[in-house]
C-alpha cells in the first residue's frame, strides 16, 4: 500500500512557474515508477511525467522543456518543476505511484493558469 500527497498547486499567471509535491508513505526506491498526470475539466486524465526509481524520467512530448520531473529519495518525494505556464495546462494534477501492476494516486491538487 502507498499513500501520496500532492501538494504546491495554486493560481498562477501565464509565464509563470509552479513546483508539485508528493509525498509518498513508504520508500519511494520501493515504487518502480512515480508520476503525474493531469486532468482539465471535460477530458481524459493525461501523462505529464514520470520517472523510475533509477531515476530515468520520461515526458509528454507536448510539454518536455517546460516540465522537469525529479526525485528526493532522502525525502520519498517527488517533484514537478513547471515554467512558462499556459492556460491549457490548467487542471486537477494526480500524482501516481506503480509497483508491479498496481497504481496508486493523490488526491490531486489544482493548478489554475489565468490572468
Known amino acids: 500500500q502507498v499513500q501520496l500527497v500532492e501538494s504546491g498547486g495554486g493560481l498562477v499567471q501565464p509565464g509563470g512557474s509552479l513546483r508539485l509535491s508528493c509525498a509518498a508513505s513508504?520508500?519511494?526506491?520501493?515504487?518502480?515508477?512515480m508520476g503525474w498526470y493531469r486532468q482539465a475539466p471535460g477530458k481524459q486524465r493525461e501523462l505529464v511525467a514520470a520517472?523510475?526509481?533509477?531515476?530515468?524520467?520520461m515526458y509528454a512530448a507536448s510539454l518536455k522543456g517546460r516540465f522537469t520531473i525529479s526525485r528526493d529519495n532522502a525525502r520519498n518525494t517527488v517533484y514537478l518543476h513547471m515554467i512558462s505556464l499556459k492556460p491549457e495546462d490548467t487542471a486537477v494534477y494526480y500524482c501516481?505511484?506503480?509497483?508491479?501492476?498496481?497504481?496508486?494516486w493523490g488526491q490531486g491538487t489544482q493548478v489554475t493558469v489565468s490572468s
Open positions: 520517472i523510475t526509481n533509477g531515476g530515468t524520467p
Open positions: 513508504r520508500s519511494i526506491r520501493s515504487i518502480d515508477a
Open positions: 501516481n505511484g506503480r509497483v508491479g501492476s498496481l497504481n496508486y
